[in-house]
């Protein structure tokens, strides 16, 4: 049973730049969130999708927006990169008939902006 | 005040020993408990989740949830090397509730077992 998948692994990117992390639920999910995770922090929420929509959200600027595909598959962009975009991305898929909160994570796409 | 306290530690303790894990929270919509573990560099590994009060086990580990005092621990019995890691609660509110499906984590506590 294939469990969640994240690319890229690491990903360097220059401040004012565009990024893409892009995640692939576990099977048979069919709701992704994404979270950011600062050194030596819990991950926070930054939105949610479900049905190809932004179902919930955090508090997160617009710079943060999201796309989740027909095959449940997620992407999350974040536009005009600042120093303190970098973090580990952390996508979980869950089943909404479950309530959503039985999230299972991925392994993360750590970011460092320069 | 943050929605979510946690003790950061770090917590050492000898193998064999039993560890007490605690979270403190303030948000009365939250009805679903769950704790995970992270290994450096790696995501969050779910380990168990319980649905309002009460207790709840699965091997060497047991969750409580005392949503009187908003106050959750998890404990680990016979702690082995192998469970040095941090541990993270996590908590969601109901359906139809503001905080249903996203997750609210407190800052993690930094495990250590010692041979």
């Known amino acids: 049973d294939a469990g969640v998948t994240q690319s890229p692994t690491h990903l360097i990117k220059t401040r004012g730049q565009q990024v893409t992390l892009r995640c692939s639920p576990k099977?048979?999910?069919?709701?992704v969130s994404w979270y950011q995770q600062a050194l030596g922090q819990g991950p926070q929420f930054i939105f949610q999708y479900y049905e190809e929509e932004e179902r919930q959200r955090g508090n997160f600027p617009d710079r943060f927006s999201g796309h989740q595909f027909p095959n449940y598959s997620s992407e999350l962009n974040v536009n005009a990169l600042l120093l303190g975009d970098s973090a580990l991305y952390l996508c979980?898929?869950?089943?909404?008939?479950?309530?959503?909160?039985?999230?299972?994570f991925g392994p993360g796409t750590r970011l460092t902006v320069t | 005040q943050k929605e979510v306290e946690q003790d950061p530690g770090p917590l050492s303790v000898p193998e064999g020993a039993i560890v007490s894990l605690n979270c403190t929270y303030s948000?009365?919509?939250?009805?679903?408990f769950m704790w995970y573990r992270q290994y450096s560099r790696k995501g969050p590994e779910l380990l168990m989740y319980?649905?309002?009060?009460g207790n709840k086990e699965d091997g060497r580990f047991t969750a409580q949830v005392d949503k009187s005092s908003k106050y959750i621990s998890l404990f680990i019995r016979d702690s082995q090397p192998s469970d040095s890691a941090t541990y993270l609660c996590?908590?969601?509110?109901?359906?139809?509730?503001?905080?249903?499906?996203?997750?609210?984590f407190g800052q993690g506590t930094i495990l250590t077992v010692h041979p």
């Open positions: 319980t649905y309002s009060s």
């Open positions: 979980a898929s869950s089943l909404v008939g479950q309530g959503g909160y039985e999230q299972y």
């Open positions: 996590a908590m969601s509110g109901g359906m139809g509730g503001t905080s249903y499906g996203k997750l609210t």
């Open positions: 948000n009365s919509a939250f009805q679903y």
């Open positions: 099977s048979g999910h069919d709701t």
